[in-house]
């Protein structure tokens, strides 16, 4: 999560709704549940992010809010762009194309891309 009002991003435990109580059923994330000011802007953005590093592809999902009224996120601001709102950078696993658990090395990719 890079949260407007943190120095540095962290990992968070998000909530999931599945679709049924089996073991393959679908989860999918609540993003909601961890950007704030859900009064300014009610709804998220979300786009999918396709990392090519050599042989390996990574690809995130990131959700993100972004209005005038919202708080500057140092964490995501340059000189010459400033970014309003948090942001949260989800993995998406290779196999089923579902969101998985982040890794150590994920944390950096994440940080690349966000900053890019």
Not at 12 to 23: D, Q
Not at 42 to 70: A, D, S, W
Not at 75 to 80: A, H, I, K, N, R
Not at 91 to 114: E, P, T
Request: proline fraction near 3%; glycine fraction near 4%.
């Amino acid at each position: 999560l890079y949260s407007a009002s943190w120095s540095k991003p962290r990992q968070v435990t998000m909530l999931t709704r599945c679709s049924n109580r089996s073991r393959n059923a679908q989860c999918f994330p609540v993003a909601e549940s961890l950007l704030s000011y859900a009064t300014v802007q009610p709804y998220l953005h979300n786009c999918i992010v396709t990392l090519h590093e050599g042989r390996h592809i990574y690809q995130f999902c990131v959700f993100f809010k972004r209005h005038c009224c919202l708080e500057v996120n140092p964490l995501l601001s340059s000189m010459v762009h400033i970014f309003r709102g948090d942001a949260v950078v989800m993995r998406i696993g290779v196999s089923a194309g579902s969101v998985v658990n982040m890794q150590s090395r994920d944390n950096a990719l994440a940080d690349f891309i966000m900053h890019q």
